[in-house]
């Protein structure tokens, strides 16, 4: 069992920047991938990014492509989202995921709004 704490998100302007974090309740070295999902009101959750823990090779959806990245901090025992240049259309519940042992984990969720 794999419990994901997501935090970070919260309200900023268009433009702005937000950092979010999962913190997993077992060594991120265990788990083979962890990512981020996003799902705005009345869509489907959507792909944003994903790290491949083991090799440190990231994927990412076009929409975050060269705005936001994804990394692990080793120290810490999370991955990160950083996200830079936020868009009203970045507004999104994220919610953090992990495989392990093939089976997939979610977490809660953290509210990311971009409105000025």
């Known amino acids: 069992q794999v419990r994901l704490v997501e935090s970070g998100g919260g309200l900023v302007q268009p433009g702005g920047s937000l950092r979010l974090s999962c913190a997993a309740s077992?060594?991120?070295?265990?788990?083979?991938?962890m990512g981020w999902y996003r799902q705005a009101p009345g869509k489907e959750r959507e792909f944003v990014a994903r790290i491949i823990i083991s090799v440190n090779s990231t994927n990412y959806a076009d929409s975050a492509k060269g705005r936001f990245t994804i990394s692990r901090d080793n120290a810490k025992n999370t991955v990160n989202l950083q996200m830079i240049s936020l868009k009203p259309e970045d507004t999104a519940v994220y919610y953090c995921y992990a495989v392990h042992q093939s089976r997939p984990y979610w977490g809660q969720g953290t509210q990311v709004t971009i409105s000025s």
């Open positions: 077992v060594s991120i070295f265990s788990i083979n991938v």
